[in-house]
Structure formats: structure tokens, C-alpha cells
């Protein structure tokens, strides 16, 4: 949430309700969900799923030994 791609709300204030209209006003703003958009970019890891399998197999082979 802090670099802009997402919204945050806690366990004990998150209602319908509240999901509802958070939901209604994103699809209201075009700019929001825009910009929300390019924070996700710019914060995305496209190679995400490769360094976590290297990672598992590094795991692996060091437990193997």
C-alpha cells in the first residue's frame, strides 16, 4: 500500500459494507486505478517465480548435501 498499488484495511474495520464502497469508488476513478496500475508496475517482479524456485532448489540441493 505504501508505494501506491494496493489499499490496505485491517481485519477489524473491513465490513461489507466498507469492501462495497472502496470497490465502488475505484471503479468511479480512473486516475486512481491508473496510477495504482503504475505503482504496480514499478513495483512488480516480473522474475518472482524464477528466483523463488531457484531459491527452493538451492534449499534443496544444500539439505541434500
Known amino acids: 500500500a505504501a508505494g501506491g498499488a494496493a489499499l490496505v484495511v ?3 474495520e473491513l465490513s461489507g459494507a ?3 464502497r472502496l470497490v465502488h ?3 468511479a476513478d480512473h486516475q486512481r486505478r491508473a496510477a495504482m ?3 504496480s508496475r ?4 516480473p522474475d ?3 528466483r523463488v524456485a531457484d531459491t527452493v ?4 540441493e ?4
Open 10 to 12: 485491517d481485519d477489524a
Open 48 to 50: 518472482a517465480t524464477r
Open 25 to 27: 469508488e475505484l471503479l
Open 42 to 45: 514499478r513495483l512488480g517482479r
Open 37 to 39: 496500475a503504475a505503482a
Open 62 to 65: 544444500a539439505k541434500r548435501g
Open 18 to 20: 466498507l469492501l462495497g
Open 57 to 60: 532448489e538451492a534449499l534443496l
